[in-house]
């Protein structure tokens, strides 16, 4: 959600963002190029992946174009050789891959306001890749598993990034920033609980739970985000959830795994 | 995702790059827009509790689908047009609350009537929407291009056979409603609905121009002529 961007934040919304912020600062040495999947880049034909060398422009969202944060500039550039190893990896694990190289692609927001965020002014390349909208989670699974493939072969030391969200649930009114709030209760308490076992290191029991999740709280693409985190192999120890709160009702964190 | 939006951009310009298949889709557009009949329809919309966005930003993407839409059935582009959003997410676990769109529906018929307007009403979306996860090469390989499953196929054979018998909105309604349960139909994003709502929900029989298949997708053209309605 670009909300994190915004001029005039909400409470939650400045906290998620000071979150990334801070997360982005962190790593920024230790990472030579981000690895990103963004539920809102979504496809229908196996896996398409960004090859335009320096996708750059203005994105405005096709939702929030009235507001500050409905308006933004991109500036990124595509690690080829990153991005033609998880082309590789992924087509070698018997994928449909789609090369995206087009003037005036539409790069989602997700993507967009994540490197905003983590990635300010575009200092370290990325890799991205769409989440196919009707690919199991074990076949996210596998994409995750050929992100971590694609990293080996290419010697790059890659910051991974899965852009999603929790519970779903958006309130149908203009609100202003004062009046932000998480949709229901019950979604606030499946995205806490979610939380504590991802903060716990129980990542297996969040793959149990997931569809649950995703049918309680109607979790962000049935919540199948974690499915490609987890097949990165990088979530080995408890994560390290960073702020939680609400987006338009939405559920938002900022979760951060260091490989143990 | 929230409310209702309405394209109020005088003239909307620009790049229409398709995100699914930029390989096929990428559209040079340029057309005016009816700004008094969008705000009149945005106007409308409100009374009937409708929360809506008046989209003014002229630099927002218009989506393929309205511009496929609009080029293949005008492909002059002299007439202008007002752009709606669907509020419905068409994918997982949605159970395809139709009604906002028929509310939609009446807040169009209310402002076309209000204008003075003669509006060609377009809806766009599929009908039955399972697909392949494959693109044949070439894409138009259409060795490789039939309907899903039969199964789908005989969903939107009853559906259209519906619309051509000229059924009475009751009816309609629930026969939509199976169809999407059955075909996970994009119609369960309530373009169709709102269409006919728009249409005040004529009893009288649709003339089904066409229907194929995309990937694997059921697709029809069909027409509703009011005013051969309104001569008979």
């Known amino acids: 959600m670009p909300h994190l961007t915004a001029d005039d934040p909400a409470v939650s919304w400045k906290e998620l963002s000071k979150a990334a912020i801070e997360l982005g600062r962190e790593l920024a040495d230790d990472v030579d190029t981000w690895l990103v999947v963004s539920t809102q ?66 790069i989602d927001t997700g993507t967009i306001a994540a490197m905003m965020l983590l990635n300010p002014g575009g200092r370290k390349p990325v890799a991205s890749a769409s989440m196919n909208l009707y690919a199991g989670p074990e076949l996210m699974t596998t994409l995750g598993e050929c992100a971590s493939l694609a990293a080996v072969n290419s010697g790059k030391r890659i910051g991974v990034v899965a852009v999603s969200g929790l519970s779903t649930g958006v309130h149908q009114q203009w609100l202003r920033p004062q009046d932000e709030r998480i949709f229901s209760e019950q979604h606030d308490t499946w995205n806490r609980r979610i939380l504590e076992l991802l903060g716990t290191g129980r990542v297996n029991e969040v793959l149990e739970l997931r569809e649950q999740f995703s049918q309680a709280a109607a979790a962000d693409s049935q919540f199948r985000a974690i499915n490609f985190l987890a097949g990165t192999g990088l979530l080995t120890a408890p994560g390290d959830v960073r702020a939680y709160g609400s987006v338009w009702g939405t559920g938002a964190a900022v979760v951060h795994w260091t490989k143990s | 995702m929230v409310g209702h939006h309405v394209n109020c951009v005088p003239r909307s310009t620009g790049v229409s790059v398709e995100p699914i298949f930029p390989h096929l889709f990428r559209y040079h557009y340029d057309f005016q827009t009816d700004v008094e009949l ?195």
């Open chain 2, 38 to 232: 969008a705000h009149a329809i945005a106007d409308s919309a409100e009374g009937l509790g409708l929360t809506v966005g008046r989209m003014t930003n002229p630099r927002l993407r218009v989506d393929y689908a309205t511009i496929g839409s609009l080029h293949l059935v005008n492909d002059s582009w002299d007439i202008p047009v007002v752009s709606l959003s669907a509020n419905n997410n068409p994918y997982f676990y949605s159970d395809a609350p139709q009604d906002q769109m028929e509310l939609l529906g009446e807040a169009t018929r209310t402002a076309i009537e209000a204008t003075g307007r003669r509006a060609i009403v377009i809806a766009s979306n599929s009908l039955s929407h399972m697909h392949w996860d494959r693109e044949p090469d070439p894409p138009e390989d259409m060795s490789a291009e039939h309907i899903y499953n039969q199964h789908q196929y005989q969903w939107d054979m009853h559906l259209l056979e519906a619309l051509r018998s000229g059924l009475g909105p009751d009816d309609l309604r629930s026969i939509i409603s199976a169809h999407i349960e059955a075909t996970a139909s994009e119609t369960k994003a309530g373009s169709l609905t709102w269409m006919l709502s728009a249409l005040g929900w004529p009893v009288m029989p649709a003339d089904v121009l066409a229907y194929g298949t995309v990937i694997g997708t059921g697709n029809g053209i069909v027409e509703w002529d009011m005013g051969k309605s309104m001569i008979s």
């Open chain 1, 41 to 106: 880049w979504f496809t229908v034909l196996g896996f398409q992946f960004q090859t335009a060398e320096h996708p750059h422009g203005v994105h405005v969202d096709e939702n929030w174009y009235a507001y500050d944060y409905g308006e933004l500039e991109y500036d990124l550039h595509t690690d080829p050789t990153l991005t033609e190893c998880w082309i590789d990896s992924t087509a070698a694990a018997g994928f449909d891959v789609h090369r995206t190289d087009y003037e005036g692609f539409p």
